[in-house]
């Protein structure tokens, strides 16, 4: 059997240090890895046996924004990855609750509160702060985004980035091709005709994912 494991993906060195000493002293019996890189996270990731939650700081030298935790969805399927910050803006911590990821953790609470939502999140809970407002729009493209499987979601917010099919392709190292069936797939789950209809679709998604830089 694997070893359990848990990745931390931060360039702060006090904070990643301290959160594997308290995740260690409460699973002795799981792997706690730290990397300062999506890069790097990407590597350790590689052979995903075992990893039961990865840990992603919001900012980290080679992602924008979300682009870390697209990488690392893209890569690790239904591995579940939570976002930790030092940022509370509601609009980042909307923006990962929509886009799927397990949890939301502040750098400012106390290591055993932190300790406390992993223990959460390793039991299968979604943890997040209590919404700010309603929002029924994004939360309705939330449901469209969710019908698309990971590699689609990435393909569809290349979309809306403006990129051609054959960057879209680059990035995510398939084929044109494999580019095109999923566009197809995506057109059906979301009933749009196009890629601009695709987009409209998700709009509001996409301007909260804006305001949270």
Known sequence: MATARIIIADDHPLIGDALR????????????DIVSSVAAAEATCRDAKGI??????YRLPDSDGYSGFFRLQYLLGDVPI???SG????????A????GARGFLSKTQPLDVLADMVERMLRGERVFPPPTRSAHEIEAARERLETLSSAQRRVLLALARGHLNKQIAQELDVSEATIKAHLTAIFRKLGVL???QAVLSIQPLLRTMDHAG
């Open 96 to 99: 990962a609750r929509v886009l």
């Open 52 to 57: 039961r939650l990865v840990l992603l700081d």
């Open 194 to 196: 196009n890629r601009t």
């Open 21 to 32: 000493l308290a995740l260690s002293a409460r699973y002795p019996d799981h792997r706690v």
């Open 82 to 84: 939570a976002i930790i």
């Open 87 to 94: 940022f509370g803006d509601p609009q980042i911590v909307e």
